[in-house]
């Protein structure tokens, strides 16, 4: 009763059917403080009216002195911010449903004395947001969702989840299905509590999505589904073939959903506008170096943002030459990013050389090659059993292979090529596999290390050396190629750019421990340094 109660509050008062995100940039360039004092004009924010609004703003201390910062709107104080030295913080804060922003009203940032800096200015009815297949807001602790459940249906929702069988996990029979459940459920549940009480106990309130909430009903109760799943399939003999295919083909059947899992959520990025291109991840803060030829084409840019490495291989595809002078400009890093060329080329072919249709097919082309990939992968592990499904899904849903989709990054497209060169090896085709790896160094230069592979003696023979050179000059050619135009074009290759994550082994291992550990030591838990601690724990457990 005590669950069925939780889901059905949660349901009425924090699932949204529809949200509209509204967010206005109002600063995007640093503001440096003058007499200590940065003041902004607001202009109009007539859409938020009626709405808690959320005010983001990102501060950097660029002295060795701590200031205190005090945040103001039309005279009245939001917020005191201690603003420790050499630090650059993110403060949120709220204004209530009657404090409305008008336009012309002053924003005024102060502290007692200068070498400060306002770097962002955002307003906005959310703090942030999730998409895909868990989608939610967050919100100021005040605001109230759009379209809330109706009370009769909360109370039909409430009564169907009283009355289905109470069910303990230990009835599902599947071993695998039980843990994944006892591991699941309890997550589940504390997320769910947390949504339901996160006004109550901070600034924020956290809205759901029906479908999230659909998704984490059925996770809870799980059990109970399976039981009455049971008891309908009993007694509808009419059902008992169409159940009996289900199980035939279970494990196919976990592979489609998980095809169609991938392909929703990626089609949760799609705007009518600006198409996958929120995939590419432009960041207005490389905008106006951009190229001519893409900032004259409509595509999504990230506010407030530098964007993710993504946009600077769009902009190669958009001119995969690079006879544009402005290119080198266009790059953060052009002797590192120019070298890896092969995907930009492929998107300049697919989009015809114009670069509306470049940019879409370079956002694109990374969900065909993870769809090519998953196929490949199935080589190896066929949808036969559970375990073969869970490598395969374990291979495809990495963190690196979906963020190589999500920011439109070369590594899960080399993987595709590496995976051919595999197959070769196994079919008996070194040639075809040592053109691949060739042509997968043009993705990504540490690629060529697969060479060793190429070179290793297998079965009682050894390889011949002049057959061992043939091979070397296809793996190392293409890239020696491509190196050898960058050159006589007068861009910048010499340079070992990327040559910092190279170290004699375990020096870089030790080294990286005591930089995290000693910013940890100096920025705390909040800073960066902790994802770094928990990588390194992971690699050493």
Same mark, same amino acid.
């Given at each position: 009763?005590?669950?069925?109660?939780?889901?059905?509050?949660?349901?009425?008062?924090?699932?949204?059917?529809?949200?509209?995100?509204?967010?206005?940039?109002?600063?995007?360039?640093?503001?440096?403080?003058?007499?200590?004092?940065?003041?902004?004009?607001?202009?109009?924010?007539?859409?938020?009216?009626?709405?808690?609004?959320?005010?983001?703003?990102?501060?950097?201390?660029?002295?060795?002195?701590?200031?205190?910062?005090?945040?103001?709107?039309?005279?009245?104080?939001?917020?005191?911010?201690?603003?420790?030295?050499?630090?650059?913080?993110?403060?949120?804060?709220?204004?209530?449903?009657?404090?409305?922003?008008?336009?012309?009203?002053?924003?005024?940032?102060?502290?007692?004395?200068?070498?400060?800096?306002?770097?962002?200015?955002?307003?906005?009815?959310?703090?942030?947001?999730?998409?895909?297949?868990?989608?939610?807001?967050?919100?100021?602790?005040?605001?109230? %969702?759009?379209?809330?459940?109706?009370? *009769? =249906?909360? !109370?039909?929702?409430?009564?169907? @989840? +009283?009355?289905?069988? &109470? #069910?303990?996990?230990?009835?599902?029979?599947?071993?695998?299905?039980?843990? %994944?459940?006892?591991?699941?459920?309890? *997550? =589940?549940? !504390?997320?769910?509590?947390?949504? @339901? +009480?996160?006004?109550? &106990? #901070?600034?924020?309130?956290?809205?759901?999505?029906?479908?999230?909430?659909?998704?984490?009903?059925?996770?809870?109760?799980?059990?109970? !589904?399976?039981?009455?799943?049971?008891?309908?399939?009993?007694?509808?003999?009419?059902?008992?073939?169409?159940?009996?295919?289900?199980?035939?083909?279970?494990?196919?059947?976990?592979?489609?959903?998980?095809?169609?899992?991938?392909?929703?959520?990626?089609?949760?990025?799609?705007?009518?506008?600006?198409?996958?291109?929120?995939?590419?991840?432009?960041?207005?803060?490389?905008?106006?170096?951009?190229?001519?030829?893409?900032?004259?084409?409509?595509?999504?840019?990230?506010?407030?943002?530098?964007?993710?490495?993504?946009?600077?291989?769009?902009?190669?595809?958009?001119?995969?030459?690079?006879?544009?002078?402005?290119?080198?400009?266009?790059?953060?890093?052009?002797?590192?990013?120019?070298?890896?060329?092969?995907?930009?080329?492929?998107?300049?072919?697919?989009?015809?050389?114009?670069?509306?249709?470049?940019?879409?097919?370079?956002?694109?082309?990374?969900?065909?090659?993870?769809?090519?990939?998953?196929?490949?992968?199935?080589?190896?592990?066929?949808?036969?059993?559970?375990?073969?499904?869970?490598?395969?899904?374990?291979?495809?849903?990495?963190?690196?292979?979906?963020?190589?989709?999500?920011?439109?990054?070369?590594?899960?497209?080399?993987?595709?090529?590496?995976?051919?060169?595999?197959?070769?090896?196994?079919?008996?085709?070194?040639?075809?596999?040592?053109?691949?790896?060739?042509?997968?160094?043009?993705?990504?230069?540490?690629?060529?290390?697969?060479?060793?592979?190429?070179?290793?003696?297998?079965?009682?023979?050894?390889?011949?050396?002049?057959?061992?050179?043939?091979?070397?000059?296809?793996?190392?050619?293409?890239?020696?190629?491509?190196?050898?135009?960058?050159?006589?074009?007068?861009?910048?290759?010499?340079?070992?750019?990327?040559?910092?994550?190279?170290?004699?082994?375990?020096?870089?291992?030790?080294?990286?421990?005591?930089?995290?550990?000693?910013?940890?030591?100096?920025?705390?838990?909040?800073?960066?340094?902790?994802?770094?601690?928990?990588?390194?724990?992971?690699?050493?457990?």
């Amino acid at each position: 009763m005590l669950l069925a109660g939780l889901c059905a509050f949660v349901l009425h008062a924090r699932v949204y059917d529809d949200f509209e995100r509204l967010r206005f940039p109002i600063v995007r360039t640093e503001r440096t403080a003058s007499l200590g004092a940065v003041v902004v004009t607001l202009p109009d924010l007539s859409r938020l009216s009626g709405q808690p609004a959320a005010i983001i703003l990102r501060l950097a201390n660029n002295v060795s002195a701590l200031r205190d910062v005090r945040v103001a709107l039309g005279g009245a104080t939001l917020a005191d911010v201690p603003l420790a030295p050499g630090r650059q913080v993110r403060v949120d804060l709220s204004l209530p449903e009657g404090g409305a922003v008008s336009e012309g009203d002053s924003f005024e940032v102060t502290s007692d004395g200068d070498g400060w800096s306002l770097t962002s200015l955002e307003i906005a009815n959310i703090h942030g947001f999730s998409q895909g297949l868990i989608e939610f807001v967050v919100v100021p602790a005040s605001a109230r %969702a759009s379209n809330r459940v109706g009370g *009769l =249906v909360t !109370l039909l929702v409430f009564v169907i @989840l +009283l009355v289905l069988p &109470v #069910s303990s996990f230990r009835i599902v029979k599947n071993r695998v299905l039980r843990t %994944a459940h006892m591991v699941m459920a309890p *997550l =589940v549940l !504390l997320f769910l509590t947390a949504v @339901l +009480l996160a006004p109550l &106990v #901070s600034d924020y309130a956290v809205f759901l999505a029906t479908h999230t909430f659909i998704l984490c009903t059925m996770v809870l109760y799980y059990p109970a !589904l399976e039981r009455t799943a049971a008891i309908v399939r009993h007694s509808s003999p009419a059902l008992r073939p169409m159940w009996t295919l289900v199980r035939s083909r279970r494990v196919q059947l976990l592979y489609l959903v998980s095809l169609v899992l991938f392909i929703a959520s990626i089609a949760g990025f799609h705007e009518p506008e600006y198409g996958l291109t929120s995939l590419i991840r432009f960041g207005d803060q490389f905008q106006d170096q951009a190229l001519p030829a893409v900032r004259a084409v409509p595509h999504h840019v990230m506010e407030n943002s530098s964007g993710y490495d993504g946009q600077f291989y769009a902009q190669l595809a958009v001119d995969p030459l690079l006879l544009d002078p402005a290119i080198d400009d266009a790059l953060d890093v052009p002797t590192y990013r120019a070298r890896r060329i092969l995907f930009s080329w492929t998107a300049f072919l697919l989009g015809l050389g114009q670069p509306r249709f470049v940019l879409h097919a370079y956002a694109m082309q990374n969900i065909v090659f993870w769809l090519l990939l998953a196929l490949l992968i199935s080589h190896w592990f066929p949808p036969r059993d559970l375990q073969s499904f869970c490598l395969w899904f374990g291979c495809m849903f990495s963190h690196g292979v979906i963020i190589s989709v999500r920011w439109a990054l070369p590594d899960g497209p080399s993987m595709l090529l590496l995976a051919l060169a595999v197959l070769s090896i196994e079919r008996g085709r070194p040639l075809r596999a040592t053109c691949l790896v060739g042509l997968s160094g043009l993705a990504k230069d540490i690629n060529l290390l697969w060479i060793a592979v190429l070179i290793e003696p297998h079965g009682a023979h050894r390889p011949r050396w002049p057959v061992v050179c043939v091979r070397v000059l296809l793996v190392a050619g293409p890239l020696s190629v491509w190196m050898f135009y960058l050159w006589i074009g007068n861009h910048e290759v010499r340079s070992l750019v990327g040559d910092s994550n190279f170290a004699a082994p375990f020096t870089g291992y030790v080294t990286q421990w005591s930089i995290t550990l000693s910013e940890l030591r100096e920025d705390g838990w909040a800073s960066f340094a902790r994802f770094s601690l928990l990588t390194l724990v992971s690699l050493t457990t």
